[in-house]
C-alpha cells in the first residue's frame, strides 16, 4: 500500500490595514527608525484596530480567501486547527469561531498554543490526521493579534510584533510530495525567560496584576535570542542531515520572523545563502503563530512544484521544531 502523505494544496494569508511604523513607536517608547531596523530588520507592522475585534476576524478572512482560493466547499472540510496565543476568549476555541463563520459546519476544530512555534505544531498535527486516512481536507491556521497582549511602554517588546494570520489547506497524496519530515521540540525550563505573568488560573486577573502590567507578554531578550539561534539552527540542520539534503538542495528556508539577527544565523547554519530565505519580517514585524504561513502566502509565486522548504521556529515555553515540506503546485 502506498504511504499517504499530506500536501499543501493553497495558502491564504490575512493582515489588518492599519500600520505602525518605527516613526509611530518613536512617540510612543524611547527609541528610533535605525536603531529598531539595525537589531530586528522591522520597519512596520500590522495591527487590527476597533471595538470587539479578536485573532478570529482575522483567521475568518484568511480562511474564507482560502476556501475561494482553492474552490473548497466550507462542508467538505473536516476539521479546522488554530495555532495561537491570543485566542478571542479562554473558551470557546477561536477555531470552533473560524469554523462557524466560514460555514465549515461539517467539521471539528480546536486551538493549540505553542507561540512562534505553533503553526508547525498544529501543521504536524494537521498532517497525521491525512497520513492515517482519517481525513481528506485539513485546515491549519496560525494566527495572533499580539498587540492586545504587548505593552506599548516597554520598548523592548511593543517593537517586536505585530498582527496577523494565515492559512493552508492539506490534503492527502501519495506521491512524493508534502510533509516529509519533522522535529518537534519544548522545554518547559525557559518559561521564566518568556512568558505572560498573569491572566491564567495560577494568577487569574485582578485589580492588583492589572495596575501592575503583568497582562502583557515577557521577554528577557539575550537569553531568548541565545537559545533560538542554537535550538532553530540545530533542529532545521538536523531535519537536512536525516533526510539527506544539503544547502544546494533547499530551494528555501521559511523562518519564524523573530528578528533578521536570528534569521541570518539559521541560514548560515544550514548553509543556504540569503536569495533561498524567505522573510517578510520589515512590513509584518512578529506574528507569532502567523509568521511562517504569512511568509508562504507572500512567496507562494515564486514556489515551484517539487521544491525542497525547511521551515523553521523557535517560540517561549520554550517550543522549537522544524518541517521539511516539499512544494506541491506549481505558481497559479
Known sequence: MDQIRAMVTGIQGYVPEYRLTNKELEKLVET???WIVSRTGIKERRILKGENQGTSVMGIEAVKGLLEKTNTDPLDVELI????????MPFPATANIIADQVGAKNSFS?????ACSGFLYALQMGAQYIQTGAHKKVIVVGADKMSSIIDYQDRTTCILFGDGAGAVMLEPTTEEFGI????LRSDGSGAPYLHMKAGGSRKPATHQTVEAREHFAYQEGSTVFKFAVTNMADVSAEVMERNGLTGDDVAWLVPHQA?????DATANRMNVGPEKVMMNIERYGNTTAATIPL???DYESQLKKGDNLI?????GGFTWGSVY???AYDPK
Open 32 to 34: 528610533n527608525d535605525e
Open 81 to 88: 486547527i488554530c495555532a495561537t496565543v491570543t485566542p478571542d
Open 110 to 114: 480546536f486551538d493549540i498554543s505553542a
Open 180 to 183: 516529509m519530515d519533522s522535529i
Open 259 to 263: 528578528n533578521k539577527r536570528i534569521i
Open 295 to 297: 511568509c508562504l502566502w
Open 311 to 315: 521551515l523553521a521556529a523557535f517560540g
Open 325 to 327: 515540506l516539499k512544494w
